[in-house]
């Protein structure tokens, strides 16, 4: 894999983690 492929991936996951982790914290309050 190229590594700005790899960076890519890893930079969705980051965004995609972020969101779905805000949401969560938004609920329990």
């Known amino acids: 894999m190229e590594l700005k492929t790899i960076l890519a991936v890893v930079l969705c996951l980051v965004i995609a983690g972020g969101a779905i982790y805000l949401h969560i914290k ?4």
């Open 26 to 29: 938004r609920k329990e309050k």
